[in-house]
Each structure stands twice: as C-alpha cells, then as structure tokens.
C-alpha cells in the first residue's frame, strides 16, 4: 500500500515474514555464540577471525581484507586482534610486500583452538539451519541471501 506522501508500507504478509527475518538476525548469531563461548572462549566474530584466516593462503590476510570478510571496521578488528594475540592466536607484522599494510597471521595455537571448535559450531549450524531446511529450501534460502546481499552491495557502492 502507497500512501499520499509515497510512503511503500508492508502488506500484513510482508510485515510478518520481515519480522521473522529480523528476530532471526538478531537470534541466531547470539545462539550460535554461546557455544563458541561455553566451549572456546569466543565471540562469534573472533571465531570468524580464526575460521577467514584458516582459509587464507599461509593463514595469511591483509587487516584489511580480513575487515571486510568478517564484516567489522578496522579500529574494532584491531582491538578484537589484541585479545586474540594475549592469546596466543594470532600475530600481526608487516606486510613484505608492501610495509604500508598490516598481515593478520594465523598461529599454529590459533589453528588447534578452531579446530577444536570447529566440530561443535558446525553442529550448532546443522541444527539450527542445515538440518530444519529439506534441500529445495535450504537452496532457497541460499539464493534469497545471495540476493539480498547483492542488493546491499549495491547501495554501498551507492
């Protein structure tokens, strides 16, 4: 429904599935976390950290480009970066190749903690998601978030 002043409002329907969808944003990464909590000591987003660089060629990453897949800015990545380097996880140095940029490295510690984790998030996963969707619809809500996403990056660009 338009109204005079071109204001597009939710339909009932609309309103119900985008409020679904909000409660599930904010649900799930909390859910998610408190495994990593109970059985690793992390965040969601320093699991994040460990699991982008553990995927990076050397366990390897630019600060900058690991900002940009964990989707954080570079002043918080920093600080999460700290607390996992008091740990033992990770170390940063210089870039060889250009000295201008920050490497965000993966230690072989920071390795056994994910791994030791790794099994019971991906359980997490499976159960939440993975496992209540059939196929048909787990496909779906796949090309419904690389839809989504794709609309965002566009008005990032914007």
Same mark, same amino acid.
């Given at each position: 429904?338009?109204?005079?002043?071109?204001?597009?409002?939710l339909?009932?329907?609309?309103?119900?599935?985008?409020?679904?969808?909000?409660?599930?944003?904010?649900r799930?990464?909390a859910?998610?976390?408190?495994?990593?909590?109970?059985?690793?000591?992390l965040? %969601?987003?320093?699991?994040?950290? $460990? /699991?982008?660089?553990?995927? =990076?060629?050397? +366990?390897?990453?630019?600060?900058?480009? #690991?900002?940009v897949?964990?989707?954080?800015?570079?002043?918080r990545?920093?600080?999460?970066?700290?607390?996992?380097?008091?740990?033992?996880?990770?170390?940063?140095?210089?870039?060889?190749?250009?000295?201008?940029?920050?490497n965000?490295?993966?230690?072989?510690?920071? %390795?056994?903690?994910?791994?030791? $984790? /790794?099994?019971?998030?991906? =359980?997490?996963? +499976?159960?939440?998601?993975?496992?209540? #969707?059939?196929?048909?619809?787990?496909?779906?809500?796949?090309?419904?978030?690389?839809?989504?996403?794709?609309?965002?990056?566009?008005?990032?660009?914007?």
């Open positions: 429904m338009t109204t005079s002043d071109g204001v597009r409002w339909s009932s329907g609309e309103l119900a599935a985008w409020r679904s969808f909000s409660l599930m944003l904010a799930l990464p859910a998610l976390e408190d495994q990593l909590q109970r059985d690793g000591g965040n %969601f987003v320093e699991y994040h950290v $460990l /699991a982008g660089l553990s995927d =990076a060629p050397d +366990r390897t990453m630019r600060m900058s480009g #690991l900002a897949l964990v989707n954080s800015e570079l002043s990545l920093s600080h999460l970066m700290r607390r996992l380097e008091k740990r033992g996880f990770v170390r940063r140095e210089p870039d060889p190749c250009d000295g201008r940029y920050t965000a490295i993966l230690t072989d510690e920071g %390795f056994a903690h994910l791994v030791k $984790l /790794a099994p019971g998030h991906v =359980a997490k996963v +499976r159960e939440f998601v993975i496992d209540v #969707l059939d196929r048909h619809r787990l496909a779906a809500l796949h090309a419904c978030s690389e839809d989504i996403l794709r609309a965002v990056d566009a008005c990032d660009r914007e």
